[in-house]
């Protein structure tokens, strides 16, 4: 079974500092998607990685693919309110479902 | 843009009930998936649909049955529902299997008593 670990699981961080989410995996992955969902709402997909060691940017958002394409990490510069939310990380698995972590639940302090 | 529409929003079954949720997308999209979402949870796979009259088991099909009879219709059956099922449903859609092209329903909550 393919699993996808996320941590940490809570953060909780004030206003302007920097931080990083971690998605961790035993398996390869031929991509790893990141989403942010807020409350009673679904999931919005963010970004689509694919190539080992892949860098990706959405404003001060930076998600980066292991070389290995086993784990992947989001880090967020000046963290703002508005970054709070659940944020999921999912695969695309050699059977071509895609499989999520359990998230990495994100709040902001004013 | 409508996109991937959910119904209904909330609902609350009675143990040994069934109901369906419907889900209806206006994208054209070939994929179509079912997750329940847990409490503090990811979202895990019920049934995934790769094109109208094809339908596959996911990670926890156990207690749900679905049909697509359409591109745009994947309704999810619960028969006998238990508290266990209790959870938010989502629906999603996609272009094969380009993840980057994933569209998620707002949710369904539901609650077995």
């Known amino acids: 079974t393919q699993l996808l670990e996320q941590s940490p699981q809570f953060l909780s961080i004030q206003e302007g500092e920097n931080l990083t989410v971690y998605c961790n995996s035993s398996s390869v992955f031929s991509s790893l998607q990141w989403y942010r969902q807020e409350p009673g709402e679904g999931p919005v997909l963010l970004v689509t990685?694919?190539?080992?060691?892949e860098v990706k940017k959405l404003k001060r958002l930076t998600f980066q693919f292991g070389d290995a394409r086993k784990d992947s990490s989001l880090h967020i510069t000046a963290a703002q309110p508005g970054d709070t939310g659940l944020y999921l990380c999912?695969?695309?698995?050699?059977?071509?479902?895609?499989?999520f972590g359990k998230g990495t639940r994100l709040h902001i302090l004013p | 843009n409508a996109g991937v529409t959910q119904t209904p929003k909330f609902r609350i079954l009675k143990i040994g009930q069934s109901m369906t949720l419907q889900c209806t997308q206006d994208?054209?999209?070939?994929?179509m998936y079912w997750y329940r979402q847990d409490p503090g949870m990811g979202l895990k796979l019920i049934y995934y649909s790769v094109g109208a009259g094809i339908t596959d088991k996911g990670e926890v099909p156990n207690g749900y049955n679905v049909s697509r009879s359409t591109t745009e219709d994947f309704p999810l059956r619960l028969e006998l529902a238990a508290p266990s099922q209790t959870s938010v449903y989502f629906c999603?859609?996609?272009?094969?299997?380009?993840?980057?092209?994933?569209?998620f329903g707002e949710g369904s909550w539901l609650t077995v008593v």
């Open positions: 994208m054209n999209h070939n994929y």
């Open positions: 990685v694919v190539t080992g060691g």
């Open positions: 999912a695969g695309l698995n050699r059977d071509d479902k895609i499989i």
């Open positions: 999603a859609s996609s272009y094969g299997n380009r993840v980057d092209t994933i569209y």
